[in-house]
């Protein structure tokens, strides 16, 4: 990146000037990102949908990048920076390995991130914010770990489960009550899942599964064994199993109360 | 006060080439081999933490001999290449033609620049590509120029040797165990017709395999794997079926000419043989001669090389 800025700064996304902006600025916004860890690793998911305004911009955006082989990313916010963003990062990131011959740590990764984030403050304050979740599998501590960011780049690590975008905070109540710490990696998967739904349920930015279209949330693992996204049809039967129990229960399972 | 004395620009040259060819010439040998699934780079290197192989991009890899802080530059310069282009287009347009250019326009201008002494470096850049109709190999002498290679390359210390031997016992279509055993083979050879043992710890082997699910090809081959792939194929296993016909003509023939008399180790007479031969072929020097017949019909695919030798016999 430091290369990059030397050699052509007009190719990194802080060095642009802003455009001056009257009114209400429009476009497309990625919404909810989900993420839990399990015992052997972390799943990262994210919904399908973007929008623009009060329009559903695409109903099949994808939101979740692998970042190297034992990263990825989630963006909510403004979808073309977004990508960009995460596309420097991926760059980024193989480009240090190839370099020096070895990964960056997965606290350094986070770190990085968290840069990038910072040095899209000024287009965040316009209302064009990009608000990742990072999550990946650390090689020294042998464990997932899941990073979350807000707006200027601050970063905290979550323990056992978050969310972020428009959805987050009916994802996170959801996540909360069907959470366990002795997940395997699909019922992590599920609860990821049903998370999204519960999100798409109460916000309107955000997409559930789209069985007619067969457009399903993108669901990831990242494990010892390195990144791995989860076929269409492994996230359909979930998505689907997830519907026919809403059928009985259309608010989902139900925690105890005690 | 001395007076400057007039240099030819010949004699120039002459003097810069012999300088970087001296300075490679001291390094150990990098090999570079066309198997079924891609491409094979061997290098001999003691070192874990100082690679003469490494990734350039999701399918180029690059090999270099001589100087290490001299390719170590080269080798950064076309990382940060690979990823402009990757990322300022796309991941497809970034090639091993493209790369071999730019190394190709370095080395040019270091080498004919008066102010810079030239690098002494050898390189290869390779591509591999959905077939191997479609790999592409690229060796890069010092001077920049550019040479287009198939089935096998070899640079460094002993090139034209190594490359002799490899040429006649290369074929289209070698297994990835195949390949590492020939490219060992061709590595543990003298200049004066001694043998060495290579083994794991003093090898770096990597390959650009296109069966790869990930879209970086590149992958090296360590420790347990690289140890597992030697002994499967050492020659003392017996299980060796390669196209033994041809290269066997070629040894019987060779016994006058060095390059082939030499590489008859592989075939049935296994170690004995192999030490007549060592003995018997002197001929290393014999090799400096047949460098040139042999390094042009590099060119060509190997089987058809195989018989080229066995032509010779008649």
């Not at chain 1, 955006?61 to 990313?73: H, L, Q, W």
Request: hydrophobic share 35%; net charge negative.
């Amino acid at each position: 990146m430091d290369f990059l800025g030397a050699h052509s700064p007009d190719l990194l996304p802080g060095n642009r000037p802003l455009p001056v902006v009257q009114g209400a600025f429009e476009a497309p916004h990625g919404t909810t990102i989900v993420a839990a860890s399990f015992p052997g690793g972390v799943v990262l998911a994210g919904d399908r949908r973007a929008t623009m305004g009060n329009v559903i911009a695409q109903r099949d955006i994808e939101k979740v990048f692998p970042a190297d082989e034992y990263s990825a990313v989630g963006i909510a916010g403004t979808a073309g920076l977004a990508v960009e963003m995460v596309k420097l990062f991926q760059l980024e990131l193989e480009h240090f390995e190839k370099v020096e011959g070895a990964q960056l740590s997965l606290e350094g990764k986070a770190n990085r991130l968290s840069t990038m984030i910072r040095g899209n403050l000024g287009m965040a304050m316009q209302g064009l914010a990009v608000v990742p979740l990072f999550a990946g599998w650390d090689v020294d501590r042998q464990k997932g770990r899941i990073f979350s960011y807000d707006v200027t780049g601050g970063r905290s690590e979550e323990h056992g489960f978050t969310a972020t975008g428009s959805g987050s905070v009916y994802a996170r109540g959801a996540l909360k009550k069907l959470y366990r710490h002795d997940f395997s990696e699909n019922q992590a998967a599920t609860a990821v899942v049903q998370a999204l739904y519960d999100a798409a349920d109460d916000d309107a930015a955000t997409g559930g599964p789209d069985l007619i279209r067969r457009i399903y949330p993108i669901v990831t693992v990242i494990t010892e064994d390195g990144f791995r996204r989860f076929t269409e049809a492994e996230v359909s039967e979930i998505a689907r199993a997830i519907h026919e129990g809403r059928l009985e229960l259309p608010d989902g399972p139900r925690a105890e109360l005690l | 006060m001395s007076t400057p004395f007039y240099v030819s620009p010949q004699q120039a040259m002459a003097d810069r080439a012999e300088y970087a060819r001296k300075g490679i010439a001291r390094g150990r040998s990098v090999v570079v081999l066309q198997y079924t699934d891609g491409v094979v780079f061997v290098a001999e290197n003691p070192s874990r933490a100082l690679h003469k192989v490494s990734e350039i991009y999701d399918r180029i890899a690059f090999a270099a001999v001589g100087k290490y802080n001299e390719f170590e530059n080269l080798r950064i310069g076309g990382v940060r290449y690979a990823d402009l282009r990757g990322y300022t287009y796309d991941r497809e347009d970034v090639t091993a033609r493209g790369l071999a250019n730019v190394y190709a326009q370095t080395l040019g201008t270091i080498f004919s620049s008066a102010a810079e002494k030239p690098y002494e470096v050898e390189l290869i850049v390779a591509e591999v590509g959905n077939a191997a109709e479609d790999d592409q190999i690229y060796r890069l002498p010092h001077d920049g120029s550019i040479v287009d290679e198939h089935g096998s390359v070899a640079v460094g210390g002993n090139a034209d040797q190594i490359s002799n031997y490899l040429d006649q016992r290369h074929r289209d279509g070698m297994t990835l165990g195949e390949a590492l055993r020939l490219a060992v083979d061709s590595l543990s050879r003298d200049n004066n017709g001694g043998e060495r043992t290579l083994t794991a710890e003093h090898l770096e082997v990597a390959t650009l395999d296109r069966t790869r699910p990930q879209q970086r090809k590149f992958k090296r081959i360590l420790g347990r794997q690289l140890s597992r792939l030697l002994e499967e194929n050492a020659p003392a296993g017996g299980a060796k079926p390669v196209a033994d016909a041809g290269a066997e003509e070629a040894s019987d023939a060779g016994g006058s000419a060095g390059p082939s008399g030499k590489g008859a180790k592989d075939n049935g007479a296994k170690d004995n043989g192999a030490k007549d031969n060592g003995t018997k072929g002197n001929g290393a020097k014999g090799n400096g001669v047949a460098r040139k017949g042999g390094s042009g019909a590099s060119g060509a695919d190997s089987p058809e090389e195989s018989g080229g030798s066995s032509d010779a016999k008649d």
